[in-house]
DNA sequence: CTGAAAGCGCTAACAC
DNA sequence: GTGTTAGCGCTTTCAG
């Protein structure tokens, strides 16, 4: 009996005495209605509490203002804070976001969750998900057919295919010229998973310091973290071990980090004293370890912000899935949050 | 022209050589279509590479299968693990996710949160904003009147509403009980901002604990942070000032009880031995704070699976915003995480 | 300025 | 087994 439902345009063109259609023509604000007419059926609108479905105005427009967003590994703060930046974003903008997580970084069965975004008609697609692995192959396979625009963060940027993020590269090369300007001479590093691309670009930033600073950058300087200040601890032990003369640490991460801290600290090493070192993200905790870390500095909500922006450019310009992208690859900088842990010199 | 496309049903239909009915029996598994035809019509679906509208089924079924979930602060770390949870089980159950986040904890003008929400269908919402200030006020208020079911966490349990969250006041205790076994005898409270539920629940927890075991629980024993580690570090500074017999502090978060970490490494105090250290959370990095931190545990992935579960029972009771919720207030408990911060006795 | 008719993509209810 | 008709709630023609 629709006992309690919302209440329909048809209703409200009851109620009013006139058609639907001009009922259409109030809400959406277009000129020709009568001033009182449209009195009259703003004031029914308010009387029944009506609210147009935006469902069948999508339908019916073949446009729903609602973006999709996949992303992986939300209990991690990275991926989070793009979110944040997404949702603000999209808001702002008036789109609607339906949001699907990824179980695992290198799921690569990504096929259901597109026929899940489009089956909802998303305008757009943003993925947020950090190129881990193999879980980019499916870029630019033809065999996916995707009939709106899609734009991809935290990955290689590629032909044809918008891309947002920030320049890990960029960020590495930052913290390894302030160590080797603090003078430190034996820099190891502590890399992220390798088959994040993330991790390679900061690997190689480190990799391509020493060596533009006529060093050598040997197997036995590096070991390969899993981002967990666990995994930080591990790797900061063998590197001691393989690496003795090591006076700083270029870590992939500020987790990490905080795990060769707690090592250096029960080895009763002093940091900055004898061990310099930088890390990457600035998470909140990091201005509160013992010592304060210098840490590289990425605006994760801004490049959320970023991909929505692009996302609704292109949805705008009417791109259909024919023709190549324009393709923008967006990279962001990073910069330096110089704090204890890498400074030597006596400054004050 | 129609270019580029998805296939309608329409078009399946006509190129199988069938009504559209009949497509629509295949494509939802119903029994009533002879085996060759069934097989002509998958075929075409391949072909054309046909997926079926959500959206035009929400329309006409009055049901999208999708549910709305309002959060804010995304940035930290809590809210995240709980958006965790919930796009995991939504997953599993088939349910699709709309997403808000509230540029605000306090924010109170819901009502165009709710608007672009049912205006789009869902099915039922999920509200994952803590309890904050007034932010509550308005449940309740027939003014809103919802028709959809709505499970609210992380706030205080109440009539004809449903909610789920974790037992702060358990957890809080089993941290005070910790302590005064431990042998502590002056335990200190920093708080989070009591405009919070949960930080006033974990709050009462220190009071109870010490006024069940003859202590007392004056002002000067507890000062009030913002949940950050510097609100944290200068919360010690003057609970050490106004309570200096106070040999532990139960602290409100984690990231307090670091800058509490901080404050103690400067002032030369031991922990455990001079001071006893509880946090609560768990976050990832709190292993690793040097001491590693007695913590207690919140499943915040879990509350998120228990919200969706309850949200769709309810969808699935047919709840229609008439009568009173059979109002469940779900209530987990917490765990204690014993690391050093709090160990005083030497028992190995 | 306003309304009638058609239809977005799909399914419910009924016919055959 | 299969097709027809109607309609979900809205907007887009096009008439008046």
Chains 1, 2 share one sequence.
């Not at 345009?9 to 006139?18: F, L, N, R, S």
């Not at 899935?321 to 204890?340: D, W, Y």
Request: hydrophobic share 40%; charged share 20%.
């Amino acid at each position: 009996m629709n006992v309690n439902r919302r209440p329909t345009i048809k209703q409200v063109a009851k109620a009013a005495g006139v058609s639907t259609q001009t009922v259409s023509r109030v809400i959406n604000d277009r000129p020709d209605v009568a001033p009182d007419t449209r009195e009259r059926i703003l004031t029914t609108i308010e009387q029944l509490g009506y609210q147009p479905s935006a469902l069948a105005r999508s339908l019916i427009q073949q446009r729903s203002y609602t973006l999709g967003v996949v992303t992986a590994g939300l209990q991690h703060i990275g991926p989070s804070r793009t979110l944040n930046g997404i949702t603000s974003a999209a808001e702002e903008a008036g789109y609607a976001l339906l949001l699907e997580e990824l179980p695992r970084y290198d799921a690569d069965d990504v096929v259901p969750i597109f026929q899940a975004l489009l089956s909802r008609h998303v305008d757009g697609i943003i993925w947020a998900v950090p190129e881990v692995g193999e879980n980019r192959n499916w870029v630019n396979q033809q065999a996916l057919d995707l009939t709106v625009p899609i734009v991809y963060l935290a990955m290689e940027p590629k032909e044809n295919v918008a891309t947002a993020g920030v320049d890990n590269y960029h960020g590495g090369r930052l913290a390894m010229s302030h160590l080797l300007e603090e003078g430190y001479h034996h820099i190891g590093h502590i890399s992220g998973p390798l088959d994040w691309w993330e991790a390679r670009q900061r690997m190689a930033a480190w990799k391509a310091a020493l060596q533009e600073s006529g060093r050598e950058a040997r197997d036995e300087q590096w070991v390969e973290g899993n981002w967990s200040s666990a995994s930080g601890a591990q790797a900061a032990e063998r590197l001691f071990e393989s690496y003795p003369e090591m006076d700083a640490i270029f870590v992939g991460n500020d987790q990490m980090a905080l795990g060769v801290i707690q090592v250096a600290c029960q080895k009763g090493l002093k940091i900055p004293g004898d061990l310099g070192l930088v890390g990457f993200d600035n998470i909140p905790e990091s201005a509160f370890f013992c010592p304060a870390l210098t840490t590289v500095q990425q605006d994760q909500h801004l490049v959320g912000k970023v991909a929505v922006e692009e996302t609704i450019k292109m949805i705008q310009s009417g791109w259909h899935g024919l023709e190549p992208v324009a393709s923008q690859s967006i990279m962001l900088k990073s910069t330096l949050v110089v704090r204890q842990s890498s400074v030597r010199s006596r400054k004050e």
